[in-house]
């Protein structure tokens, strides 16, 4: 049977200090089919990222249950969060190769993958330099490097671009664009940005804002290759135009409400 991540009536509730609660989730049940990629998309608030450190085991969530169905063993998962979260005291290339020390790979083989790494993220020059010594897009770069090396089943991306400048945002795009055809891990990707998503992902997960709901699951039916195509460029528009008008009405009540749900 084929592996499948599996998302089972997923629900999320906090509390504070004096017992109030707030609803992150409502009842999300999803699956993630072995190489689809899914970017989960919705207003500031909506539970992406509080869905995302669920599926990673980060988070317990107050109902509901996360499994694979199909996995004969655990598979493997990396993460990658906003704030690249390198080690300080551990160089480029110890960070990059933490994350696979444990694997069972060889000396040898660890040391490959890691070169390998380097060299995709243009960070070879800079393999000995440790994380203060870099620019936020090479830190970044790094912490990718870093979960890309473990070759994951399931890679969990959490806004990994946000913080970044434009162009290197856009390089890094087209750098995670490569690396996922290399390898097609199932893939959980958070944004803000529909453009983003709709270049990247099979499927865009909309979210209403909180508590969080899926709205609808939009398929991006056209292949990835030639979606930076002048000629795709309007049906591209015609899927970002269809998300936001699924979300603007819930953008605009969040915004209205002071940044309550941000």
Known sequence: MTMEFCLEHIGKTYYDAAGRETVALVDVTERVAPGE?????????????????????????????????????????????????????????DNIAFGIRESGLGAAAIRERVEEQLALMQLTD?????????????????????AWATEPELLLMDEPFSALDAQTRRLLEEELARYWEAL??????????????????????????????????????????????????????????????????DVREVLSEGGRHA
């Not at 393999?127 to 990718?144: C, V």
Request: net charge positive; proline share 6%; aromatic share 10%.
């Open 126 to 146: 800079f393999a000995d330099h440790y994380p203060q010594a870099l620019s936020g897009g090479m830190r970044q770069r790094a912490g990718i490097a870093r």
């Open 37 to 93: 990629f899914v970017a989960l998309l919705g207003p500031s608030g909506c539970g992406k990222s509080t869905l995302l450190h669920i599926a990673a085991g980060l988070t317990r969530p107050t109902s509901g249950e996360v499994f694979w169905r199909g996995a004969e063993r655990v598979p493997r998962t990396a993460m990658v969060f906003q704030d690249a979260a390198l080690f300080p005291w551990l160089s480029v290339r």
């Open 184 to 249: 097609r891990p199932a893939t959980m990707y958070v944004t803000h940005n529909i453009g983003e998503a709709v270049r990247l992902a099979d499927t865009v997960w909309v979210f209403s804002r909180r508590p969080g709901r899926i709205l609808r699951r939009v398929t991006v039916a056209i292949p990835r290759a030639e979606r930076r195509a002048p000629a795709r460029q309007e049906r591209l528009a015609a899927y970002e135009e269809e998300i936001w008008e699924l979300i603007k009405d």
